[in-house]
């Protein structure tokens, strides 16, 4: 049997087969962030980009990014989500919004790729709706930060 999990005796990729695992309570969550000028940074807590509300069209992008994962990650499971929660956590001093997102499913596997999408999707909406006044932002620190449930447990990311 080959030693990687998508890949086959042959060397063909595969999904991996979740038939048999019982289905459990999965969390996960993850975080980024979008580090801009600070005249952009005042745009959008302010609510002053042209595009409309930033918060709020990447809170909605995220989700549906989630519910899609499995159409974008060659791999991954469609999963019943049952809750999305994405949130934006400005950061004054260091001109960023920081960006966390929970997932949650009772399945067969965990849910950590739909979180990472989730915010990375979020991430890019706000790019793309502030790009007009600022083309140097940068996305960073895409990562895990929690997920429990399944045969692995629980992992819990200690922040530096």
Same mark, same amino acid.
């Given at each position: 049997?080959?030693?990687f999990t998508h890949?086959?005796?042959?060397?063909?990729? *595969?999904?991996?087969?979740?038939?048999?695992?019982?289905?459990?309570?999965?969390?996960?969550?993850?975080?980024?962030?979008?580090?801009?000028?600070?005249?952009?940074?005042? +745009? =959008?807590?302010?609510?002053? $980009?042209?595009?409309?509300?930033?918060?709020?069209?990447? *809170? $909605?992008?995220?989700? !549906?990014?989630?519910?899609?994962?499995?159409?974008?990650?060659?791999?991954?499971?469609? +999963?019943? $989500?049952?809750?999305?929660? +994405?949130?934006?956590?400005?950061?004054?001093?260091?001109?960023? =919004?920081?960006?966390?997102?929970?997932?949650?499913?009772?399945?067969?596997?965990?849910?950590?790729?739909?979180? +990472?999408?989730?915010?990375?999707?979020?991430? !890019?909406?706000?790019?793309?709706?502030?790009?007009?006044?600022?083309?140097?932002?940068?996305?960073?620190?895409?990562? !895990? !930060?929690?997920?429990?449930?399944?045969?692995?447990?629980?992992?819990? *990311?200690?922040?530096?």
């Amino acid at each position: 049997m080959s030693k990687f999990t998508h890949i086959d005796d042959e060397g063909r990729v *595969r999904m991996v087969d979740v038939t048999d695992k019982k289905p459990s309570i999965r969390v996960a969550g993850a975080g980024g962030a979008v580090f801009m000028r600070r005249e952009t940074f005042d +745009l =959008i807590r302010n609510q002053k $980009i042209k595009k409309g509300n930033v918060f709020e069209t990447a *809170r $909605i992008a995220g989700i !549906l990014a989630a519910k899609k994962t499995s159409e974008l990650i060659p791999m991954c499971h469609p +999963l019943n $989500i049952t809750h999305v929660q +994405l949130d934006f956590v400005p950061d004054v001093a260091k001109s960023c =919004i920081g960006i966390e997102a929970t997932v949650r499913t009772i399945d067969q596997t965990g849910v950590e790729m739909e979180a +990472l999408t989730a915010v990375s999707v979020a991430a !890019l909406t706000i790019y793309d709706m502030c790009k007009s006044y600022d083309k140097e932002m940068t996305i960073s620190k895409i990562q !895990l !930060l929690k997920k429990t449930g399944g045969k692995s447990g629980t992992f819990e *990311r200690i922040q530096s």
